[in-house]
C-alpha cells in the first residue's frame, strides 16, 4: 500500500514529537537540565547573549556580539546521538532516502554542478558515488 505525504508527514511529526518529549522537562516546557548544556557563540566564542525565541521547547538566542542566533541551551552530545539514532531518523531516512525516485531526483538536481558540497547530515553518505562533486560529508554517529 502506498503511503501518502500526510500519512507520512503525521507519522514522523509523532515520532519525532515523542523523542523530543523525551528531552523535554514537562514542568517547564523547556529542555532538561540533564541532557543539555548551554554554550558560548559558536561563531565568535562570545559568552553575551539573549533569548530571541522559544520553539517546542528549544531556546534561541543571539550573540550581543556578532548577532548569531543558535541554540542555547544545546542538546549535549550524548543526547543529541540518542535523539539522532532514535525512530523517527530511522524513519526519516528509509521514507525519504531509500526510495530510488527520491533519491535520483536530488541527484539530478546537483549531477551537472561542478565544485564543492557540503552536505550536512549524511546518513549513509549517498552523494559520495557522485562524479566530478568535491564532497564533505557531516553526520553524527554514535560509536
Ligand atoms: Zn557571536
Redesign the pocket.
Known amino acids: 500500500m502506498k503511503e501518502n505525504v500526510n500519512d507520512y508527514s503525521k507519522k514522523l511529526r509523532e515520532l519525532l514529537v515523542e523523542e523530543i518529549n523525551e528531552v523535554i522537562d514537562p514542568s517547564t516546557g523547556l529542555l532538561k537540565e540533564e541532557g543539555s548544556e548551554f554554550v558560548d557563540?559558536p561563531?565568535?566564542g562570545?559568552k553575551k547573549f539573549c533569548e530571541f525565541w522559544v520553539k517546542d521547547g528549544f531556546t534561541y538566542v543571539r550573540?550581543q556580539?556578532?548577532q548569531?542566533v543558535y541554540l542555547n541551551p544545546r542538546l549535549n552530545e550524548s543526547a543529541t546521538l540518542e535523539l539522532y539514532n532514535g525512530a523517527w531518523t530511522n524513519f526519516y531516512n528509509q521514507r525519504k532516502f531509500f526510495q530510488p525516485n527520491v533519491l535520483d531526483k536530488k541527484i539530478n538536481c546537483i549531477s551537472n554542478k561542478r565544485g564543492k558540497l557540503l552536505e550536512i547530515g549524511c546518513t549513509t553518505g549517498f552523494f559520495y558515488k557522485q562524479q566530478g562533486m568535491n564532497l564533505v560529508s557531516m553526520y553524527l554517529v554514535s560509536n
Do not use: A, G, P
Request: glycine residues 0%; proline residues 0%; hydrophobic residues 25%.
Open positions: 557563540c561563531l565568535c562570545s550573540c556580539d556578532c548569531f
